[in-house]
């Protein structure tokens, strides 16, 4: 089996080249994007294990990347874990309307981050709780 891909996706530069190092540190390819648009393109060139997508962002938000994924079988067969600084309640609300496997809070902890990423690859979602 190759190296695990990630897909990040986050209009915020300077955390996208931070979880770009953090994740390929831990053995993952990371390939990342600063705009939602080229979703679909960048899943069928890259194939990623797992897509990290930020909820906050300008043009298409995460919210609506989350309804038109519903649209597509490719898009759909990909694990999506939003990453946000939002509340729990607000990220627990969008996980159960969609079909994102979960959420991990931007919460500054590198080792968090990398373990949680870790968990919801061996599917082990419970295991990716940030306590």
Known sequence: MGTTKILVIDDDEKLLGAVRRLLAAAGMEVVTSASSLHLPKLVQREKPDLILLDIEMPTLSG????????????????????????SEEELQSLVERSHAVGYIKKTGNPLSLVSQVKAYLAGNPSGATDS
């Open 63 to 86: 919210e609506h990347v989350l309804d038109f994924t519903k649209l597509f079988d490719f898009l759909a067969a990909v694990p999506i874990v939003l990453h946000s600084a939002k």
